[in-house]
């Protein structure tokens, strides 16, 4: 059973750091992985998607990365900002034709600090 | 494009009342789902929609019943409501290929049952 697990909880960092996001999932035949950011009392922004023959992704200054070997993925977002204060949560898929079988970690709420 | 739309936004039932929240997406996807978020236990999948027509229980589908009406729209149903329902629902709906496979998410309903 596909188990999503994502560290730390809680992040607090000064405006400009690099920093980055950890998800662990314990089935590493996923199919896909996708993060998530979720703005306090709001639905889930898709931020990237990575498919399993895919290591990387990257849009803007986020950079999400798939190990499918040691069941990890990572957010890392560059020079952070204030606006980046959300929770950012990752879903893993189990196969294609799973379509029940996306498992949403519990979440990093991370407060970028001006 | 709309994206996926859900009401209400906020409603309260009194325990024993009945309701129907009401999802729509414009993307023409065939997949669609309804989630329930609570703090502590995250996102947990009530029921989902592979097509128009098909409906299948997720994680926690007692005490709620769904309708497939057409390929955009996908509703919930209480048919008599309960304090353990008090939660923020979240419908979403999903593309069927390659990085269309992202799934997108409604703004919420948050309901209250007293």
């Known amino acids: 059973k596909q188990e999503v697990t994502q560290i730390p909880a809680a992040l607090s960092v000064p405006e400009g750091e690099n920093l980055v996001l950890n998800c662990s999932f314990t089935?590493?035949?996923?199919?896909?992985l996708q993060w998530f950011r979720q703005d306090p009392g709001k639905g889930l922004t898709s931020l990237l998607l990575?498919?399993?023959?895919?290591r990387e992704q990257t849009s803007g200054r986020l950079n999400a990365s798939l190990d499918k070997s040691s069941g990890r993925s990572t957010l890392y977002i560059a020079a952070s900002q204030p606006g980046d204060s959300a929770t950012y949560l990752c879903?893993?898929?189990?196969?294609?034709?799973?379509?029940?079988?996306?498992?949403f970690g519990p979440g990093t709420s991370l407060s970028v600090i001006p | 494009n709309a994206g996926v739309t859900q009401t209400p936004k906020f409603q309260v039932l009194k325990t024993g009342q009945s309701m129907t929240l009401q999802c729509a997406q414009d993307?023409?996807?065939?997949?669609m789902y309804w989630y329930r978020q609570d703090p502590g236990m995250g996102l947990r999948l009530i029921y989902y929609?592979?097509?128009?027509?098909?409906?299948d229980k997720g994680e926690v589908p007692n005490g709620y019943n769904v309708s497939r009406l057409n390929k955009r729209e996908f509703s919930l149903r209480l048919e008599s409501a309960a304090p353990s329902q008090t939660s923020v629902y979240f419908c979403?709906?999903?593309?069927?290929?390659?990085?269309?496979?992202?799934?997108?998410f409604g703004p919420g309903t948050r309901l209250l049952v007293l």
């Open positions: 879903a893993g898929r189990s196969s294609k034709t799973s379509y029940d079988k996306v498992i």
């Open positions: 993307m023409n996807h065939n997949s």
């Open positions: 089935d590493s035949a996923i199919y896909n």
């Open positions: 979403a709906s999903r593309g069927d290929r390659g990085s269309q496979e992202t799934q997108y």
């Open positions: 929609s592979a097509s128009e027509g098909t409906t």
């Open positions: 990575i498919q399993s023959s895919q």
